[in-house]
């Protein structure tokens, strides 16, 4: 198998961190992991989240835009 990347998505206590520690060690592979606490926006997501789920998304995806470059 030849990836450049895997991404793991799934919902909050599914064991995403678990089992992204076991595949990097596996493929002896560097692994980047998401810095939710970190995003501004997530305490008012779950406040409420037809407003700010598209903030939240962009600033993981900037985040991780930063990470990989």
Not at 57 to 69: P, S, T, V
């Amino acid at each position: 198998m030849n990836y450049h990347f895997i991404t793991i998505e799934g919902n909050i206590g599914a064991g995403k961190t678990t089992l992204a520690h076991m595949l990097a060690k596996h493929f002896d592979a560097r692994l980047i992991v998401e810095e939710f606490a970190d995003n501004p926006f997530l305490a008012k997501f779950y406040e409420n989240p037809k407003q700010y789920a598209f903030p939240v998304e962009l600033f993981f995806m900037a985040e991780r835009y930063k990470q990989l470059k």
